[in-house]
C-alpha cells in the first residue's frame, strides 16, 4: 500500500512556493518548528483540531483551527507532528489537500542540545526518540506498533469528576486491577513489534499502594522503556518510592486540576529533588462523552463516529484484557454493555495467533461493536457529524466523594 505521507520532507519543503503549516500541537511540534527553522524551511502555522488551542500564538506563529484552513491557506504543504499520521492525511485530505509530510528527517538531524524546551530535556529527549520510532514503523506496514499502552492498575480515584471520560464515577467499589498486571503487559510487548510509551494509569494510579512496585516491573522488564505516571497530584509519592526509580526511564504526566490539584507544589518538589523528568499540562476543558446508552447507530454511522474519534488508539490494558480505548474498556469492566470479542483481546487467554488478534485489533479502520454504546468523543464537538453528547465542559466538575452516578445497563 502506498502511503500518503512522504518520507522525504527537507528538500521538498525548502523548494515548495506554498505555505508550510504543521499539523498538531503536540509536545514534538515545537520540535519541529526549530527544525524547520534550522534546515531554512519557513513555516507559516500551526494547525490544531482543538479550537481551544488556536486562542493564542505559539513560538510566534498563528495557530489556525484545522477546519478553517481552506479559508486561511487554499494551498499548503503539512508535517505531521501526531502520531496517527494517516488519521491526519485523511482529515487533510477531505479538506482537498494532498501535501503531507513525515518529520522523521527533521527529527533525525535535531541536535536537542542546541534548544532549550517547554518540557524539560530529559522528557522532550525521550518524546524524539519515541516519535522517530514511530514514524520509521509507519513506512513499515508488516510491523504492528502501539504508540502508548495504558495500564490501569486501579479504579480508585482521590478526585470524584461527574464526566471522567475513563468512566471511574460509575464505579460503586472501586478497587486495584488484577494481580497479573505484570504478565500480561510482558504477553503484549512480546506480541507487538514496539510500543513507544507505557502509561501508568488509573483512576489515579497513586491510589494503589503498589503502583511503584508495578512500574519497577514494568521497567525492569525492559530498561529501555519509557513509562509514564499519570496523575492528577493530590497525592504525594513518598521519598523511598521516588528512590526505586534513580536511574531508570521513568517520566511523570501530571494534569493541574487547579485547587483540587492540591499536592502540586509537593509532587513537583518531590520530582526535582529525586531528578525525575515531567510534563504539567492544564486539566482545560473536556470533550463531554462519559454516559453509556445504546445508540443503535447503522453502520455508516457507526464508521464515522470511529473516524471522529481522538481516543480510538489509546489502547487500555484493564484486568487481563487488551482494547482500543478507555470507554470501551470501562464499559466492558462495569458490566454496562455486552460482552463482545470483537472489542477486546484477552491477553491472559486468547494464546491461540494471539499476535495476530492483536494486529487485527490495532489496525483496526472502521469501528468496533462497542462503539455504539458511546456519544462519541471527537476533537471538536461542534464540527462533528456524529455525536451525541453535550460538546466541550469544563473539566474536573466534582460529585460527592462517597458517591458514584447510576447507569443502566445496556443489554
Not at 534546515?39 to 481551544?52: L, M, S, T, Y
Not at 509537593?266 to 504539567?280: C, Q
Request: hydrophobic share 35%.
Amino acid at each position: 500500500m502506498e502511503r500518503s505521507v512522504k518520507y522525504n520532507s527537507i528538500q521538498s519543503l525548502k523548494n515548495s512556493n506554498d505555505p508550510v503549516i504543521i499539523y498538531s500541537l503536540t509536545e514534538e511540534a515545537e520540535v519541529i518548528a526549530n527544525a524547520c527553522r534550522e534546515n531554512g524551511i519557513i513555516v507559516k502555522a500551526f494547525c490544531d483540531n482543538e479550537i481551544r488551542k488556536t486562542k493564542n500564538s505559539n513560538f510566534g506563529l498563528e495557530v489556525v483551527y484545522t477546519p478553517d484552513l481552506p479559508k486561511r491557506f487554499p494551498k499548503a504543504n503539512f508535517i505531521i507532528a501526531h502520531h496517527t499520521l494517516d488519521d491526519c492525511a485523511e482529515q487533510l485530505s477531505d479538506l482537498n489537500y494532498s501535501e503531507f509530510y513525515s518529520p522523521l528527517e527533521l527529527f533525525k538531524a535535531y541536535d536537542i542540545n542546541k534548544y532549550s524546551h517547554r518540557t524539560s530535556q530529559s522528557y522532550m529527549k525521550k518524546k524524539i526518540e519515541n516519535a522517530i520510532k514511530i514514524n520509521e514503523l509507519y513506512f513499515d506496514e508488516t510491523k504492528t506498533y502501539i504508540r502508548s499502552l495504558d495500564i490501569v492498575i486501579t479504579t480508585k480515584c482521590s478526585m470524584n469528576c461527574e464526566s471522567c471520560a475513563n468512566l471511574m464515577q460509575y464505579y460503586v467499589a472501586a478497587k486495584n486491577t488484577d494481580s497479573e498486571i505484570l504478565k500480561a503487559v510482558k504477553i503484549i510487548s512480546e506480541n507487538v513489534d514496539h510500543i513507544s510509551e507505557y502509561r501508568v494509569i488509573g483512576g489515579e494510579p497513586l491510589m494503589n499502594k503498589k503502583w511503584a512496585e508495578i512500574t519497577n516491573g514494568i521497567l525492569d522488564q525492559n530498561p529501555d522503556r519509557a513509562v509514564y505516571i499519570y496523575t492528577n497530584a493530590t497525592i504525594c509519592p513518598k521519598d523511598e518510592q521516588l528512590e526505586s526509580f534513580k536511574g531508570k526511564n521513568l517520566h511523570f504526566y501530571i494534569t493541574d486540576y487547579d485547587k483540587l490539584s492540591r499536592n502540586m507544589d509537593k509532587v513537583i518538589e518531590a520530582l526535582n529533588k529525586h531528578d525525575i523528568s515531567y510534563y504539567r499540562k492544564p486539566a482545560g476543558n473536556w470533550v463531554d462523552c462519559s454516559r453509556i446508552r445504546k445508540h443503535n447507530r447503522t453502520i455508516s454511522r457507526l464508521k464515522q463516529v470511529f473516524k471522529e474519534c481522538c481516543a480510538k488508539q489509546l489502547y487500555t490494558l484493564l484486568n487481563g484484557k487488551l482494547y482500543t480505548c478507555p470507554f470501551i474498556a470501562n464499559a466492558a469492566n462495569l458490566n454496562a454493555i455486552p460482552e463482545n470479542k470483537a472489542d477486546f483481546v484477552d491477553v491472559l487467554s486468547d494464546v491461540d495467533n494471539l499476535k495476530n488478534k492483536i494486529k487485527k485489533l490495532v489496525k483496526m479502520k472502521f469501528f468496533f461493536p462497542a462503539c455504539d454504546f458511546c456519544d462519541g468523543r471527537p476533537h471538536d464537538p461542534a464540527k462533528a457529524l456524529e455525536y451525541a453528547g453535550k460538546g466541550l465542559i469544563k473539566a474536573g466538575k466534582q460529585i460527592p466523594a462517597s458517591s458514584s452516578l447510576p447507569f443502566e445497563e445496556c443489554k
